[in-house]
């Protein structure tokens, strides 16, 4: 298992939280993730065989928020 912290831009709110736990889960190969709205992260565990970084990147910027 890899792990990896996104800086995560444009969370608001608890809701947005949940919407991207919700995307990263959802990625075949993830493992774990944990997001932070007070220091705008995820950390996220996952099988880097089955998912890359620039895919747990992709998901988070197509549910509309900005990876930095």
């Not at 809701?15 to 919700?22: I, P």
């Given at each position: 298992m890899e792990t990896t912290t996104l800086k995560i831009e444009g969370m608001t709110c608890g809701?947005?939280?949940?919407?991207?736990?919700?995307v990263?889960?959802?990625?075949?190969g993830v493992d774990r993730v944990e997001v932070s709205?007070?220091?705008a992260r995820a950390t996220v565990a996952?099988?880097?065989e089955r998912v890359?970084?620039?895919?747990l990147?992709?998901?988070v910027e197509d549910a509309g928020y900005d990876v930095v």
């Open positions: 809701g947005c939280v949940a919407s991207v736990e919700r990263l889960k959802a990625l075949d709205l007070a220091d996952y099988d880097r890359s970084e620039k895919d990147k992709a998901a």
